[in-house]
């Protein structure tokens, strides 16, 4: 009898186990999430009418803007937005808010489950590298709140959670994490953050402290974000958004003394069948054979990730251009989808892709950003081998999914495109980053790729 109730205890753990790993797959080695595309099979924010590409890529060309605008600080953007929308949050002396074009959204094409409060309620949050707070959207939603999958978070529900004052050092940290000045509620003193994209899509409402559940066995206390009470925009159906930023307030930053200060991603593709990863932590960098490549700190941008691109190859042959004409500031980004290249560098990709498509594929019009078009489709194309090689030998050696992108029924177009404006900047956009593994090592300045999709 004894022995019988044992197995029956041991059963009932080992499945216990099994549905945590089905979800989070956490293990002592490091904390997996599980990584979705919100249009992809087994995406819980997909819509039934999906976004049309057009507007994908016209919001795509706002967040290279708003990129651009971070690093440069130029002035081809206007230097601040007047939010009046939000003044019952701080009450009636107050008669506008300063906002930042600074941030920049995109599409918000990949999200996770985390859980805040005590007890712990999941939600689905956008992630994004160039994001520092992470926020989502809370009860009683004062102002207004977008539709989303998730019941809407209440803090009043949450033993854990905190407002920060106006006088901490917390709050003072907001003009870097989301720059713009933090502000105070005068009639209770809470912190108020404003968090601008650079798509007009923002969040406003109260610096917060809860317990995060990043697995039913893997929590932190005293996690920093935002409680937003007025958020409008782009932001789907997600309850908010993740930020993996290098700032102390991102949840990486914010994880790093029990964790490392380290992370690693898998994006799915859109049709694929299962889901991406997220993996927090530093031993998840041992998991893969990672090719590393130096993480460059931009001084005039410190919390994005930087790196040096240094050749691109095509069938073989290197581009021809002069290695000078790779040295603009390169980002890679979770957020932007279609990478962005140097001009000379683009005319020269451009020039030689259609030399060699041209042999067997009728030229297609242009598509929006997309200017290198042919008639057919990714699946019976046959498409010449590309490498991104980076400084110190790390490179991405793409797939055709990696390379081209359907645009619609007939037209495929290759998925570059080139930078524009008087400061250039390259990108390397999530397309280009689609089933690879892709590591995060700040403590070590590295970035590192590795093949062998998201499984």
């Known amino acids: ?177 989301t720059l713009n000045d933090p502000l105070c509620e005068v009639e209770t003193g809470k912190c108020v953050y404003t968090a601008s994209y650079g798509d007009s899509s923002y969040s406003i409402g109260y610096l917060s402290q809860d317990l995060l559940s990043l697995s039913p066995s893997e929590t932190s206390p005293s996690f920093l974000y935002g409680c937003g009470q007025d958020n409008e925009g782009l932001f789907g159906r997600a309850a908010g958004i993740v930020g993996l930023a290098r700032q102390r307030l991102s949840l990486i930053s914010q994880l790093s003394p029990k964790y490392g200060n380290a992370f690693s991603y898998c994006l799915p593709s859109e049709t694929s069948i299962g889901s991406g990863f997220l993996s927090i932590g530093s031993t998840s960098l041992t998991a893969s054979a990672f090719r590393f490549t130096p993480m460059i700190t931009e001084s005039r941008e410190k919390s994005l990730y930087f790196l040096r691109l240094g050749a691109i190859s095509l069938a073989g042959k290197p581009l021809s251009v002069a290695a000078t004409q790779y040295r603009v500031p390169t980002i890679i980004d979770s957020g932007t989808v279609i990478s962005r290249l140097p001009s000379s560098v683009y005319v020269a990709l451009k020039q030689a892709f259609i030399n060699i498509m041209s042999r067997k594929y009728a030229k297609a019009p242009s598509y929006s950003i997309l200017d290198t078009c042919f008639k057919g489709s990714l699946k019976t194309m046959s498409v010449p081998q590309m490498r991104l090689v980076f400084q110190g030998g790390a490179d991405l050696a793409l797939t055709p999914a990696n390379i081209l992108l359907d645009v619609e029924k007939g037209t495929t177009c290759l998925a570059f495109a080139s930078s524009s404006g008087n400061d250039e900047i390259a990108v390397i956009g999530n397309h280009q980053q689609k089933t690879f593994k892709v590591a995060y090592d700040v403590t070590n300045s590295r970035i590192g790729f590795a093949a062998g999709g998201c499984h």
């Open 1 to 177: 009898m004894k022995m019988g109730y044992l197995l029956f205890l041991i059963c009932c753990l080992l499945l216990a186990r099994a549905a945590s790993l089905a979800e989070f797959r956490g293990d002592e080695a490091a904390i997996y999430l599980d990584l979705y595309h919100v249009d992809g099979s087994n995406s819980s924010l997909g819509n039934k009418s999906p976004e049309p590409l057009t507007h994908v890529l016209a919001r795509d060309e706002n967040r290279i803007k708003a990129l651009r605008y971070r690093i440069t600080r130029t002035k081809e953007r206007k230097p601040s937005v007047i939010l009046n929308q939000s003044i019952d949050i701080l009450g009636p002396e107050s008669v506008s808010i300063p906002a930042s074009p600074g941030l920049s959204l995109g599409s918000g094409n990949y999200y996770v489950k985390i859980g805040l409060g005590m007890p712990a309620k999941y939600n689905a949050m956008l992630l994004d590298t160039g994001s520092s707070l992470s926020w989502l959207q809370c009860q009683p939603c004062v102002i207004s709140c977008h539709a989303q999958v998730d019941p809407l978070y209440n803090p009043s529900a949450s033993r854990t959670y905190k407002s920060i004052p106006c006088s901490t050092s917390q709050c003072s940290s907001l003009k870097e994490a």
